[in-house]
């Protein structure tokens, strides 16, 4: 109900009560003169006068110190019968009301500023509440996705695979990439206020180049795998025909560094099928015995480094085999090339997967971040020495993103390397 018609509304409640009162007495009693109606009739008229003019004084003496109060407010002009109580509170909120208008332009200021640097970045930027709905999406979106600005736009406008859309119903962070008209898009969330912020960055030239880096890999592979085929067989004839001792250091040679440049050769065809194939196993693997196959393998080099190998633990998963005996291998081959001469690897696997661990000479902590890193060696006198390739935990690393698992590396100095492989 409005204030200025209290007035009203208090003088008809008071009319019809009087007016009930006067009834229930006709009823009652009637007997009565008539000049009891008249004089009823006349306090009804008072009390409803009074009733109206009561309500209808106050609210205008309110009115009045509201126009007041609001004058001072707004033009600084202190009424002259203001008390200085009163004027000292009036101060304080006039102050309060400046601070708050300030602070309100400020933040508007700041919004109108976020808006326009949010317009100008290069990536799509949207906002997605807890039931899907787009509370904000930037020029760079609304182009890459063909929308045009409109209300009650949600997620589904995006056309989005369903694994992503699912994630951002369920207000899920994720990484991902999509392709769209040609081209290639990575899609970062991070939850924010019971919501989505979703971030897209146009990759199409990134991930153009990675594909002629990884079919320029490819190639480059295959077209080296015959020239060394014959000189590694060329060189195995002079080894055998060779009659001159002078020439046995550089027959040896030839034929070491033939065999470490097929087995790099190898090394980058297999990191070029796990980037360009998808993984299609038929059966369940037994780690134990591909732990069987990989000693079978390493046989020298154990013998060489005079080491001991163990196992426990049982871990069966759903994987192609090849790439269940390259990724135990080269986590072990890796332990026994860094490992100390009579030192130990075990190899310990569990109902997540498994780690492998030694008591070599660890890694030092600024390399630990790029161990992964193709061809990155943390001491390459000690790499080229072993025919190490630089190729190994790269390929441990792309074997386990294969599978939607992780791979996680622990080292100290003088005390040994911990490699964990987690599978979904």
Do not use: W
């Not at 633990?313 to 269940?324: C, K, P, Q, V």
């Not at 990155?376 to 074997?399: C, F, M, P, Q, W």
């Amino acid at each position: 109900m409005k204030r200025k018609f209290l007035p009203f509304f208090s003088s008809l409640a008071s009319f019809l009560l009087g007016l009930a009162i006067i009834l229930a007495l006709a009823l009652t009693g009637p007997g009565l003169e008539v000049g009891y109606y008249v004089l009823a009739a006349f306090l009804l008229l008072v009390l409803v006068v009074v009733s109206y003019l009561i309500p209808y004084l106050v609210l205008r003496g309110q009115r009045k110190d509201v126009n007041k109060i609001k004058d001072y407010l707004e033009k600084g002009e202190r009424p002259s019968d203001l008390d200085e109580a009163s004027a000292s509170l009036l101060a304080e909120l006039k102050e309060k009301e400046g601070k708050t208008r300030e602070r309100l332009n400020s933040l508007e200021e700041d919004n109108r500023s976020l808006e326009e640097m949010l317009e100008n970045v290069g990536e799509g930027i949207a906002y997605f509440d807890k039931d899907g709905k787009m509370g904000y999406a930037n020029g760079a979106l609304l182009r890459y996705f063909e929308l045009v600005p409109r209300p009650e736009r949600t997620y589904t406008d995006l056309m989005l695979p369903e694994e992503i859309s699912r994630k951002i119903a369920a207000v899920q962070g994720f990484r991902a990439t999509i392709d769209r008209n040609g081209k290639t898009y990575l899609l970062t969330s991070t939850p924010y206020h019971e919501g989505l912020i979703i971030a897209v960055a146009d990759i199409s030239y990134e991930a153009k180049g990675e594909d002629i880096r990884s079919s320029f890999s490819s190639s480059l592979g295959h077209e080296l795998k015959t020239p060394l085929a014959t000189i590694r067989g060329f060189s195995e004839i002079l080894s055998l025909q060779n009659k001159d001792p002078s020439l046995n250091e550089a027959i040896g040679h030839i034929e070491s560094e033939a065999r470490r440049l097929s087995v790099l050769v190898e090394d980058m065809l297999r990191l070029s099928r796990l980037e360009n194939t998808k993984p299609s196993p038929k059966n369940v693997v037994d780690f134990r015995q591909i732990y069987n196959d990989c000693l079978l393998s390493l046989e020298p080099t154990i013998a060489k480094k005079r080491a001991k190998v163990s196992i426990e633990g049982t871990f069966s998963y759903l994987m192609e085999e090849r790439d269940a005996y390259f990724l135990l291998k080269n986590l072990i081959e890796n332990s026994l090339k860094y490992g100390k001469d009579g030192g130990k690897v075990a190899v310990v696997l569990n109902k997540n997967g498994f780690y492998v661990e030694d008591d070599g000479q660890g890694i030092p902590l600024e390399s630990l971040p790029r161990v992964f890193e193709r061809f990155y060696r943390v001491d390459a006198s000690h790499n080229r020495e072993s025919e190490s390739t630089g190729l190994g935990l790269s390929i441990v690393k792309h074997i386990v993103l294969r599978y939607g698992g992780k791979v996680e590396i622990q080292s100290s100095l003088g005390k040994g390397t911990k490699v964990t492989v987690s599978l979904p």
